[in-house]
């Protein structure tokens, strides 16, 4: 009788333990690819959220450019400056992407015409990404691109 218990005090927290497990919620993963994490930055910068923008961006790229804005406090040198820049400049159309790679926590993907105002990104260009937080983030100077060419 005594085993008879145990077995089913056992079976219950087991049972107990499983439907707690699976009543969690999902872990989000974020951007699962390079070509992922380009196609929310290209959505974020379209509809200039500043926030969602930076979100797809390695920390190296977020640290340069709160240290540009910083160090600059001008409107001109702020991120929300910057992502309307890239918003105006950004290619109207989501760029042709190809060669996708991923080694361990660091991948590239080749694109075409990101931005429609420099002559660098209107051929096909590698950008770098990185994995952080398990998601994949631009960490490329090519969000830098988008500078206005204006004299």
Same mark, same amino acid.
């Given at each position: 009788?005594?085993? @008879?218990? *145990? @077995?089913?005090? &056992? @079976? %219950? &927290?087991? +049972?107990v333990l499983f439907n707690s497990v699976s009543c969690l919620p999902s872990i989000s993963v974020g951007n699962t690819s390079p070509k992922d994490a380009l196609q929310k930055f290209y959505g974020a910068v379209q509809k200039g959220d500043v926030k969602a923008v930076r979100q797809t961006l390695s920390r190296r790229i977020n640290d340069r450019i709160d240290t540009v804005a910083k %160090? *600059?406090?001008?409107?001109?040198?702020?991120?929300? !400056?910057? +992502?309307e820049t890239m918003r105006k400049n950004l290619s109207p159309q989501m760029p042709a992407v190809r060669n996708e790679k991923t080694d361990g926590n660091w991948g590239t993907l080749a694109i075409d015409a990101? @931005? !429609? *105002?420099?002559?660098?990104?209107r051929t096909r260009r590698t950008v770098s990404f990185v994995k952080e937080d398990y998601s994949w983030k631009i960490d490329d100077d090519i969000v830098f691109s988008a500078e206005s060419n204006d004299e």
């Open positions: 009788m005594k085993l @008879f218990v *145990n @077995f089913g005090l &056992i @079976f %219950s &927290i087991a +049972v %160090s *600059n406090p001008a409107p001109a040198y702020q991120p929300e !400056t910057l +992502v990101l @931005f !429609t *105002n420099d002559k660098n990104t």
